[in-house]
């Protein structure tokens, strides 16, 4: 399994003071340095944490890839085209929510998300699609030629109880094996945590993990060395 590390926080600290430090491309790059295989940074329509500077300058430095979450929005895709990350992950967008609340509804929105990877696809960028671990969602992201699919793992990180939390990983793993049965390339993420990513770990059939909240908050106390680290040892 691969671990790619969301810096979106970084940036949320930063512009909690509206000043440039921590800077979350600094972030990134050291991540690189400490074995990380990738970066993700979700460029929301409101800005709240990374802009568009950091995405220009993480494309122009990273060495690893950079995965762009996006929502399906005419302006985002305009600058996904432009900076040509190695995958666009489209993830469903909310004003009000405090983080990616749920997984895409791909089947009721089948035309205008086959329209969006239509015109990544026209710029030779593979799509990702955030769904929640449901067959029919992966059906529908075959049908309209997704390259990956993301499982959400939100409901396995926030179970309460240990019967929820096997049942929804169980949930997880049928999806997993499905989608790769289809030929789809499979991601997870969300609520991934030092604890919960070792049970997830034994899911055959998952390429890689993004996971950010959890490494940022322990690289507050540690260091990003160690938290990075630490976090490469328990998923691969
Ligand atoms: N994957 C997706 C699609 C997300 O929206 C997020 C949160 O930004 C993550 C993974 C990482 O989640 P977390 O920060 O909880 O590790």
């Given at each position: 399994?691969?671990?790619?590390?969301?810096?979106?926080?970084?940036?949320?600290?930063?512009?909690?003071?509206?000043?440039?430090?921590?800077?979350?491309?600094?972030?990134?790059?050291?991540?690189?340095?400490?074995?990380?295989?990738?970066?993700?940074?979700?460029?929301?329509?409101?800005?709240?944490?990374?802009?568009?500077?950091?995405?220009?300058?993480?494309?122009?430095?990273?060495?690893?890839?950079?995965?762009?979450?996006?929502?399906?929005?005419?302006?985002?895709?305009?600058?996904?085209?432009?900076?040509?990350?190695?995958?666009?992950?489209?993830?469903?967008?909310?004003?009000?929510?405090?983080?990616?609340?749920?997984?895409?509804?791909?089947?009721?929105?089948?035309?205008?998300?086959?329209?969006?990877?239509?015109?990544?696809?026209?710029?030779?960028?593979?799509?990702?699609?955030?769904?929640?671990?449901?067959?029919?969602?992966?059906?529908?992201?075959?049908?309209?030629?997704?390259?990956?699919?993301?499982?959400?793992t939100?409901?396995y990180a926030n179970?309460?109880?240990?019967?929820?939390?096997?049942?929804?990983?169980?949930?997880?793993?049928?999806?997993?094996?499905?989608?790769?049965?289809?030929?789809?390339?499979?991601?997870?993420?969300?609520g991934?945590?030092?604890?919960?990513?070792?049970?997830?770990?034994?899911?055959?059939?998952?390429?890689?993990?993004?996971?950010?909240?959890?490494?940022?908050?322990?690289?507050?106390?540690?260091?990003?060395?160690?938290?990075?680290?630490?976090?490469?040892?328990?998923?691969?």
């Amino acid at each position: 399994m691969k671990f790619s590390i969301n810096v979106d926080h970084v940036a949320t600290l930063r512009n909690a003071r509206g000043e440039v430090q921590p800077d979350p491309v600094t972030f990134a790059l050291m991540a690189e340095q400490f074995g990380v295989d990738g970066i993700v940074v979700h460029l929301r329509e409101d800005r709240r944490h990374i802009n568009d500077r950091d995405v220009r300058l993480l494309r122009e430095l990273i060495t690893t890839k950079l995965d762009l979450e996006m929502a399906a929005n005419d302006e985002i895709i305009k600058i996904a085209c432009e900076i040509q990350p190695e995958l666009a992950t489209l993830v469903p967008e909310k004003r009000q929510e405090l983080t990616t609340e749920g997984g895409l509804n791909v089947i009721d929105n089948l035309d205008y998300i086959k329209k969006t990877i239509l015109t990544l696809h026209e710029y030779e960028i593979p799509v990702s699609l955030f769904v929640e671990p449901d067959i029919n969602q992966i059906d529908a992201a075959v049908e309209i030629n997704a390259d990956i699919v993301e499982i959400h793992t939100g409901k396995y990180a926030n179970a309460l109880d240990e019967d929820d939390m096997y049942d929804e990983l169980e949930r997880i793993r049928q999806a997993a094996k499905h989608a790769k049965k289809l030929g789809l390339g499979v991601n997870a993420g969300h609520g991934l945590n030092y604890l919960n990513i070792k049970d997830f770990k034994v899911i055959e059939d998952i390429d890689e993990v993004s996971i950010g909240q959890a490494v940022i908050a322990r690289a507050v106390f540690v260091g990003i060395e160690k938290a990075v680290k630490e976090m490469l040892e328990l998923v691969k």
